[in-house]
């Protein structure tokens, strides 16, 4: 288990060996998530936006009215 300490800027440093391990780079992004007592950090990869694309409800309440309107505008013309 490795430490680090949150600066009077609330700022934290990861340790360098998960920040190789991660491949976490200077500019990468990270969402913040507070779950209970603790505090995570996950990268905002590619990887990461496909997993959480791959949850979402492909057909929903606005894609069908998009649908639809769509149809509508193709037999008006």
Do not use: C, H, W
């Not at 340790?15 to 905002?44: A, D």
């Amino acid at each position: 288990m490795l430490t680090t300490i949150v600066t009077l800027k609330g700022q934290i440093v990861i340790p360098s060996k998960i920040r190789r391990r991660m491949n976490l780079k200077k500019g990468t992004k990270l969402l913040v998530e507070e779950k209970e007592n603790e505090i995570i950090l996950r990268p905002l990869t590619r990887s990461y936006f496909s997993k959480m694309a791959g949850q979402l409800p492909t057909r929903g309440k606005l894609t069908e009215a998009l649908l639809r309107e769509r149809k509508d505008i193709k037999l008006e013309r």
